[in-house]
T-cell receptor
């Protein structure tokens, strides 16, 4: 089944303790992206990647890192989490070839709480 | 990137048609218009995409006027399960385009009542 898999689904941590949220897709997609969703603010893009070893900042990249060493994986890293990073996070992917019917496939989300 | 404006919320009743209009006055020539649906605690799901005129699939229709400064998502005969947030997304989705930085607006919360 074509899907984007995020782990963990829920995560509670403390300020300053490094964490990684994993994201994997099985559709051979070139493009992957991370979003955070906060009440009243909709979905905001954190980082995106057009291909292996190619990453770029989205609208809210501060406090986050990403890597794209393999095509299927795009982990989100919080080196020193802070309470304002408490949010619902989504990973997404699409083919990246452009054109008609390019659509994003989203993971189920990771609810992160930073205490 | 074209900024989008949608109503914050809409109420409807089962069996009715729901029309959600998205305004995107600064849409660029290469921009596509895409709509997503999101249920609580789930990731958004692609509904429909268009460039101009009308597009229809098994779920919805998308109407885009000639000037492309707005678009309307039409959900025919909604049911309770169509209660969700609907996002309008405008961007150039070409491989080397700035639209790869894809930003969602606030979305429209649709509540379908029995």
């Amino acid at each position: 089944e074509a899907q984007v898999t995020q782990n963990p689904r829920y995560l509670i941590t403390v300020t300053g303790k490094k964490l990684t949220v994993t994201c994997s897709q099985n559709m051979n997609h070139e493009y992957m992206s991370w979003y955070r969703q906060d009440p009243g603010l909709g979905l905001r893009q954190i980082y995106y990647s057009m291909n292996v070893e190619v990453t770029d900042k989205g609208d809210v990249p501060e406090g986050y890192k990403v890597s794209r060493k393999e095509k299927r994986n795009f982990p989100l890293i919080l080196e020193s989490p802070s309470p304002n990073q408490t949010s619902l996070y989504f990973c997404a992917s699409r083919t990246g070839t452009g054109g008609w019917n390019e659509k994003l496939f989203f993971g189920s989300g990771t609810q992160l709480s930073v205490l | 990137l074209a900024k989008t404006t949608q109503p914050i919320s809409m109420d409807s009743y089962e069996g009715q048609e729901v029309n959600i209009t998205c305004s995107h006055n600064n849409i660029a020539t290469n921009d596509y218009i895409t709509w997503y649906q999101q249920f609580p605690s789930q990731g958004p799901r692609f509904i429909i995409q268009g460039y101009k005129t009308k597009v229809t699939n098994e779920v919805a229709s998308l109407f885009i006027p000639a000037d492309r400064k707005s678009s309307t998502l039409s959900l025919p005969r909604v049911s309770l399960s169509d209660t969700a947030v609907y996002y309008c997304l405008v961007g150039d989705i070409g491989v080397k385009a700035a639209g790869n930085k894809l930003t969602f607006g606030g979305g429209t919360r649709v509540l379908v009542k029995p």
